[in-house]
């Protein structure tokens, strides 16, 4: 299940089955987002990107969903697995500027 | 570099003593980032370089903390008169102009204030 305590929210997943998290992104104007994955001692790390003249973009295992209308961002993640035990992020920037803008982040268990 | 170097990759300080922090970027990016993440926390945004001036360095919690670039380059942020609040995991990322496929990140520097 999925909780909100004083810091990351957290979704628990069995080992094997589908997660999906989710972002709410705060610009209008952002045109190009990204799904950044950190784990533990790591930096974040790029996972895959979408452009906002797409709705859906997949990866290996991963997709992302966009949802403009009410600024909604999505990872499915398949078949979960012990690695993808990780904080995740998302992100946002409007072409032409300089900087992104994270989300709060979620952490992600795998339960064995 | 083939990624984003940062040192130390730990450091124990106590308070009141002034630390600094390096960053290595990716070679030919113009574009550097400070950010800092508290335990279990988001990230949070410090400043910005291109090349090496700060156009960006309004997320810089006080005048204790300061940040240079040179060279285009390598990048310091120096912390003075540390306190415990500053205890965090400090992460440099930079990307070349245009920010497609984001930034790269360092895997950060852990400073503990004790």
């Known amino acids: 299940g999925e909780s909100v305590g004083l810091h990351l929210p957290t979704l628990s997943v069995q080992e094997g089955d589908n997660s999906i998290i989710n972002c709410a992104y705060s610009?209008?104007?952002?045109?190009?987002f990204i799904w950044y994955k950190q784990e533990s001692g790591k930096g974040p790390q790029f996972i895959i990107d979408i452009r906002s003249n797409m709705d859906k973009r997949q990866g290996q295992r991963v997709t992302v969903l966009l949802n403009k209308t009410v600024k909604h961002l999505s990872l499915q993640i398949a078949a979960t697995q012990p690695g993808d035990s990780a904080v995740y992020f998302c992100?946002?920037?409007?072409?032409?500027?300089?900087?992104?803008?994270f989300g709060t982040g979620t952490r992600l268990k795998v339960l064995a | 570099g083939a990624g984003v170097s940062q040192s130390p990759s730990n450091k124990v300080t106590e308070k009141g003593k002034d630390v600094e922090l390096r960053c290595d970027p990716i070679?030919?990016?113009?574009?550097l980032y400070w950010y800092r993440q508290s335990l279990g926390q988001g990230l949070e945004f410090l400043i910005y370089f291109q090349g090496n001036s700060a156009p960006d360095k309004s997320g810089l919690p006080s005048d204790r903390f300061s940040a240079e670039r040179t060279g285009g380059s390598v990048s310091t942020l120096t912390i003075q008169r540390t306190q415990q609040e500053d205890s965090a995991v400090y992460l440099c990322a930079s990307s070349s102009k245009g920010l497609s496929r984001g930034y790269t990140f360092g895997s950060g520097t852990r400073l503990t204030v004790v």
């Open positions: 992100a946002e920037v409007t072409s032409g500027t300089y900087k992104y803008i």
């Open positions: 610009n209008s104007a952002s045109d190009y």
């Open positions: 070679s030919g990016h113009t574009a």
